[in-house]
């Protein structure tokens, strides 16, 4: 569990790189799930991200390499303890670490289609996933693009099946707060709403077209069991009234210090926990702190963020993902967050923007983009965090709201836009978030809900790549420096997927690059 959110146990990274805080799993899903969209824009110069913010993606990236890298070190971790005989002999936790392999594997087939593949400890120099699939034939001459193909197709059953086989052994699905013994454990919740994430997207994995999706039904069976089962939004209802006197909404708890402790957790199917004290990391949930936010960033009840960590200075959005609050995004612009939430809009624009420019401009001044103020290490009842500069935030990876959002899609699919139950899980995130409802909303309406309700939560590329907005000719909408271009430009759909890093093609002879990429690069 630890590998998905701290460096390593000692401080140090589980891999060799120049900064332990880079090879964080949950900094590199931000990086590769979220910088290369509309919802942020990094200007650091180190490690190629600012080229993953123009969506420049080469195989000598430097932080790519530490994406691949942190998940071969996690699956390591998880085939070693599978591959234990007394690992077997507990069911339940034999169960959730093959939910965090088949996840790790999920994100493999997210980012690079055709991955390395290996499910034990071995010896042997590992294969690509193509080579796995029934239908290849080695003794044939394949292109690129079959073989990409053929991966992806073999890493969607795969991690389709682990996660049918692992089910009946895990815990029952049960929300948790942080004084609980099972808090931050997978139960059946979480694997449902992975297999829902899984199903919504077998679109762009079996058929390089999102919207070509045979699974729409099982994307929506999913997403209702967790929908039904005891986990729950976390709403104004279920709030305490020491927060509501303290001038938080339920959004603002789900990203607090106390997130695990004041009610929230309701709504988290998988907290990854931090504590400023005992889990302290630099890529972790102080990242998604730190990062968007410097000395004069405050809070949207106006506070400060609650830590000393104020110079990162890196992360900002991009105006093209503003407009899914308002019509004109210079609304934002000169204000605090604590004006925007006065503004009655939508409790989820958590939006800083005093001493900051609307615009990107070349992408390098932390003042040119408007940040966000979404996490923080403040606790919701005044309480004292247990340090100054690290923070207690747990990461909330799986969220109920995905599940809302996942059922409305895919019930829409099936049964047409006009659905009034559909209609009705996305009302329950406007009503959330005190936003005003509409009298229907359409599959485009519900990825600008998805923007709104997950931005910065590691969801953003893969939304728009199902939707067939992110690569391709037929993407129609374009976002400041997308492409690499100041008003956005196409990019060739080939590039949806990440290249295998250059140190990997290199060292091993098995594998073949990634369709659309040159086979190394310096």
């Not at 290996?118 to 796995?132: C, F, G, V």
């Not at 001038?247 to 199917?269: I, Q, T």
Request: charged share 25%; with cysteine; hydrophobic share 35%.
């Amino acid at each position: 569990y630890a590998s998905f959110i701290m460096e390593g146990t000692d401080g140090n990274a589980d891999f060799t790189i120049d900064d332990a805080g880079k090879s964080t799993l949950l900094r590199n899903l931000f990086n590769f799930n979220e910088v290369p969209t509309d919802e942020a824009a990094c200007w650091w110069s180190d490690g190629g991200i600012e080229d993953v913010t123009k969506n420049k993606f080469e195989a000598g990236n430097a932080t790519l390499k530490n994406l691949y890298y942190r998940l071969m070190s996690n699956i390591s971790y998880e085939n070693h303890f599978l591959s234990l005989d007394a690992a077997k002999a507990e069911k339940t936790k034999y169960a959730e670490v093959r939910v965090l392999r088949a996840y790790s594997y999920f994100l493999m087939l997210d980012f690079f289609g055709d991955p390395t593949f290996i499910d034990k400890i071995s010896a042997e120099t590992p294969r690509q996933a193509h080579a796995y699939n029934s239908n290849f034939d080695a003794s044939k001459t394949y292109t690129r693009a079959e073989l990409l193909q053929l991966g992806r197709e073999f890493m969607f059953n795969w991690v389709k099946d682990e996660l049918l086989a692992a089910e009946p052994d895990l815990l029952e699905a049960k929300p948790e707060t942080d004084s609980d013994a099972d808090y931050g454990r997978v139960d059946k919740g979480t694997c449902w709403l992975l297999l829902s994430r899984l199903y919504l997207n077998a679109g762009t994995y079996l058929n390089n077209d999102g919207q070509n999706n045979p699974y729409w039904k099982e994307a929506l069976e999913y997403a209702e069991k967790v929908i039904n089962s005891p986990y729950a939004l976390f709403d104004d209802s279920k709030m305490s009234a020491e927060a509501k006197t303290n001038g938080y909404k339920p959004y603002d708890l789900l990203f607090m210090g106390d997130n695990g402790s004041n009610g929230a957790s309701c709504e988290a199917l998988l907290p990854l926990m931090q504590d400023g004290d005992k889990t302290q990391g630099w890529g972790g949930s102080l990242f998604f702190v730190a990062a968007s936010i410097d000395a004069n960033s405050r809070t949207v009840t106006g506070e400060t963020l609650g830590t000393s960590a104020t110079n990162w200075s890196g992360m900002r959005v991009r105006p093209s993902f503003l407009t899914k609050f308002v019509n004109n995004p210079s609304d934002f612009e000169g204000k605090t967050a604590e004006q925007i939430r006065a503004m009655g809009i939508d409790d989820r624009a958590m939006i800083w923007g005093v001493d900051h420019k609307l615009g990107l401009g070349k992408n390098d001044a932390f003042k040119q983009g408007l940040t966000i103020v979404k996490w923080n290490n403040v606790y919701s009842n005044h309480g004292t965090t247990h340090d100054t500069f690290c923070v207690d935030t747990d990461f909330f990876l799986f969220r109920v709201a995905e599940a809302y959002l996942n059922a409305a899609e895919a019930y829409m699919h099936l049964n047409g836009a006009n659905s009034a139950k559909a209609k009705g899980w996305i009302d329950a995130l406007r009503d959330r978030a005190h936003a005003e409802k509409r009298q229907t909303y359409s599959l485009e309406d519900v990825l600008d809900e998805r923007a709104r309700e997950l931005y910065c939560e590691g969801f953003r590329r893969t939304d728009l790549i199902r939707y067939n907005q992110f690569g391709g000719s037929q993407a129609t909408y374009n976002w400041e420096l997308k492409g690499g271009n100041e008003k956005g430009t196409t990019f060739d759909k080939k590039f949806n997927v990440y290249p295998l890093p250059s140190s990997e093609i290199l060292a091993n002879p098995n594998l073949t690059q990634i369709d659309g990429y040159n086979e190394v690069q310096n």
